[in-house]
Structures are given as C-alpha cells and as structure tokens.
C-alpha cells in the first residue's frame, strides 16, 4: 500500500519512516541526515536542503518525493515537471510536527503505528510539563538559530521552550515562518530583554559562547553575567520531526531543569 519508492529530501521524513519500520520504501536521502545513522550508510544522498541531484533522483525512479517548506518550491516544482509526486510539508509547531508523523505513517499505510508513536511522544511532553510545572520559577530563555545575523527561534523551537519550564524571550518573532523575519535588527533588544539562558544551534556550525559572550553591551545579560549559554545541536532541535521531540526536548528540559536547581 502506498508509495514504494521514496526520496526523502530532509531529515524528518527519513527519521519517521525508520522510526515505523517502512526503511525499505526509501531510495534517496539529504546528505544533511543524521537520524537514524545508518541511513547514511544505506542509502544514496541525492540533496542538499535548497538543491538538490534531479538527475539522480530521476535515476532512482521514485514514485513520491517528501520535502519541506517553500524554501524547496524550486526543487520540487523541477521534480513535478518530470512527473513525479511531491508533498511538501509546511509544519512549524510540536501539533504539526505530531500531525506531520500521522500523516506520514497514513500515507503508507502505516495509520496505526503512526499513530502509536505520535501518542508516545504526546506522553513524553506530558511528562516534561509536569516536571516543569514543579519548578518555583521558570527562566527567561533566547534562542539563537544563527549568529550573523543574530536570528530568534522558530516557532517548534519556542514552543519546547515552554514545555521544558523555559519562557521564550522572543515569542512574537516565534510566530513567523521565514528565518529572514526573526533577524535581530538591533541585538541589544537581547540585553533588554534579559534572558537566564541562552541557548545556541547555529545550524550547521558550532556555537561558540565566548563569541556571544564578548558582543558589545551583553556582559549585562544575567545569561551571560551567570555562564548560562548552552549548545544544543542543530540536528536535534532544527528539523521539524521526532528528533525535535525527543533528543531536543531532552536537552532543552536538561539545561532549564538544572538552571532551575540553582535558583530554588
């Protein structure tokens, strides 16, 4: 039932379908996965995240191709043209990212499981909630995405803030999809704002604290004043699927759970 052949342009996808038992319907993967990582090993990376090998999906000869957000409009409008089937998922928050593992698992006939490994994850929130709901004060976080420019979390980011114990410091710019919309014009609105925690995944480099530390006017910032600026890698945290739910909100609960153990 469903699709047999399978090109996965981003990581969520692959995680998902390795994560319901449906690997074998995979031909193609990013070059950016890491989850599952034997993925890596089994199967031919044909894409970056804004390009991609069209001839070599092409040979591969999918019958469904899986992306995300308009930033892959192009490739997937060049894949269309050559006659293949797209969907490309459009998800910012942790209700998309658990309607986005449903949907999934429904197109290929996996409903059921599908729908067992959403609730799982459902459970897990539950239980970080309830653990941040026993903490007697909750810390103010920034999340940084990317250093020049500064830009604030999305909106799944912000939201497992919240579910960690933490109150992002950025909510409105949270709400926005595109990555261009929450550049920091000004960062010294970071200072007045006066996060406990900062928290940093520069996708697809390292954070560097030091760096953030020694920005002009951010020795004020009790995060900084405090040694409170923490890396979360990008893979766990950046890609809208269970990584995120799992291994990113872990970390995140980690770091408020322990801020909150200093501050009773």
């Known amino acids: ?11 969520e996808p692959t995680e998902t379908l390795y994560l319901l038992g449906e690997q074998h319907r995979i031909v193609g993967i990013s070059g950016f996965t890491v989850r599952p990582a034997i993925a890596r090993k089994e199967k031919p990376k044909v894409s970056a995240f804004t390009s ?12 469904f191709v899986v992306g995300f ?3 892959q409009a192009e490739i997937a409008s060049e894949l269309i043209k050559h006659g293949i089937e797209v969907w490309i998922s459009n998800h910012r928050s942790v209700a998309g990212i658990l309607d986005y593992i449903r949907r999934l698992g429904a197109l290929v006939g996996s409903g059921d499981r599908a729908d067992a ?8 929130i539950a239980e970080v909630q309830a653990r941040a709901a026993a903490m007697p004060r909750r810390p103010r976080v920034y999340f940084e995405e990317w250093d020049t420019p500064p830009i604030t979390g999305i909106r799944w980011v912000s939201e497992l803030v919240g579910i960690a114990g933490g109150d992002d410091v950025f909510p409105e710019r949270a709400a926005m999809p595109l990555a261009r919309d929450r550049i920091l014009a000004d960062p010294l609105e970071v200072v007045r704002r006066a996060p406990d925690l900062i928290l940093g995944s520069w996708c697809g480099k390292k954070f560097r604290p030091e760096q953030v530390a020694a920005r002009e006017g ?13 890396e979360i890698k990008s893979p766990i945290i950046l890609q809208p699927g269970p990584a995120a739910l799992t291994a990113g909100l872990d970390a995140l609960s980690a770091i408020v759970q322990a801020w909150s153990a200093k501050h009773r």
């Open 52 to 63: 991609a090998k069209i001839g070599e999906i092409l040979k591969l000869q999918p019958d």
């Open 1 to 11: 039932m469903g699709p047999q052949r399978i090109v996965c342009l981003t990581e």
């Open 117 to 124: 490994l959403a609730g799982e994850y459902e459970r897990r």
């Open 218 to 230: 951010w020795d004020a910032i009790p995060a900084v004043r405090d040694g409170e600026l923490h």
């Open 69 to 71: 957000s308009d930033i």
